[in-house]
């Protein structure tokens, strides 16, 4: 009696192949990562995406984004905390009596305090302000001035302390500033600023907040 010739065709083969390589019950599909939620990450995700930029960054200030940190105090105790990074608007340079006319986009993140109850109480304020600054001397003066109009959003809640109550998270902000550039090519630079807050009287009552702010800034 002849044994039995058992033969494997090239079509069984593939098939236990894609068995074991999709089991049952598994999906081939990648997880989605979670969402970045905290606000220190959307920071830093903001830098992240202006860095590319100084890779093409020429050496003057006017031309080069920065990044800044900042401190303002105000009444009552008030104070905040500021991180940022400047856009150069790169084709808009004018003369003006005797000096230079620049812009730049000031985008930021920031942290006010203010007693409230016997407790330091918090808020979260984000914001870009377009601002304008002017530099004597042709543009090659090391000192300047600057000034800028923009828009701030409160992120956790409205701005509450216990002299005053911002009615709207949403705010105007305006500010003032003197500055001089140092370094070798004019890198880092300090900026003394008075910035005003307040909704320009959409909704009231409207007491606003003004901050003393100083800046160091650097510019890559």
Known sequence: ???????????????????????????????RPGRPASFAA??????????????????????????????????????????GVTVPWRNWRHALWGGQLSGYWDVWGARWSAP?????????VIGVNPTVRWRPSNGQSPWFAETGVGLSWALNRRYVTDEKEFPTRYNFATHIGVGYLFGSQGQHELVLRLEH????????????????????????
């Open 42 to 83: 959307v920071l830093l995700a903001g830098a992240a995406a202006v860095l590319p930029l100084a890779a093409q960054a020429q050496s003057t200030p006017e031309s080069s984004p920065s990044m800044y940190l900042q401190y303002g105090a105000a009444e009552h105790s008030a104070d905040s905390w500021t991180v």
């Open 197 to 220: 807050h307040s909704n320009a009287g959409i909704k009231k009552p409207n007491p606003g907040e003004n901050f003393l702010q100083l800046r160091y800034a650097h510019h890559f």
């Open 1 to 31: 009696m002849a044994p039995k010739n058992t033969q494997t065709t090239p079509s069984s083969c593939q098939n236990h192949a894609t068995a074991r390589k999709h089991p049952p019950g598994r999906s081939g599909r990648p997880q």
């Open 116 to 124: 409230l109850e016997g407790r330091d109480r918090g808020t979260w």
